[in-house]
């Protein structure tokens, strides 16, 4: 039996990035990490949830997200040591407006994945964006540097613009910009 993540174009990856990280810029993190089994055969219950992961997603492409949050529950009870299936169902939570189950999920993902891989990267986005949105820039600047140390350009321009300092240079150079070209001095 094949895996069928293996099946999903690049086209279908983007489409999907879309549906459960809207606020990421297009071509950032996408694929699960399966580095836990690179070399290794998937046990079944891993495929079994990935399949469950593939119609949860197509279920939230439909717009259907609480069909989407049913298969992923499926999927987290067939393999729930699995961060992917974690990171899935909270972006399904996320769209339906549960951030608090959203944020119990990506801790979950993170801590399986051992805050390594593609698994913890898109969990330390979400939480971040999920922190933001509550007011909470300190953690969420800590979880944009942690997925910035792990690859995601996203979270590296976040890091850039949510620090303190950098954000006084712009509005200074916006403001010296401002005056050049009114004629002020």
């Known amino acids: 039996m094949t895996d ?20 990421m810029p297009h071509g950032d993190v996408v694929e699960e990490d399966t580095s836990c089994s690179s070399n290794e055969e998937l046990s079944n219950e891993v495929r079994e ?34 961060p992917s299936c974690y990171n899935n169902r909270a972006q399904a939570l996320r769209l339906r407006g549960d951030n608090k189950g959203a944020l119990v999920d990506l801790d979950q993902a993170i801590a399986l994945s051992g805050g390594v891989g593609t698994a913890a990267c898109q969990a330390y986005v979400q939480r971040a964006l999920i922190r933001r949105l509550e007011g909470k820039e300190e953690s969420a600047l800590e979880d944009f540097k942690r997925a910035a140390q792990l690859g995601s350009q996203f979270a590296k321009e976040q890091v850039i613009a949510l620090n303190p300092y950098a954000a006084l240079c712009n509005q200074m150079l916006a403001e010296v910009m401002y005056k050049m070209r009114t004629g002020q001095e």
């Open 49 to 82: 949830a990935k399949k469950l992961e593939l119609e949860g997603v197509k279920a939230a492409e439909a717009g259907d997200i609480i069909q989407s949050v049913k298969m992923f529950n499926e999927a987290v009870k067939k393999a729930p040591a699995f």
């Open 4 to 23: 069928p993540s293996k099946n999903i174009s690049p086209n279908d990856l983007s489409v999907l990035n879309r549906i459960f990280n809207p606020s």
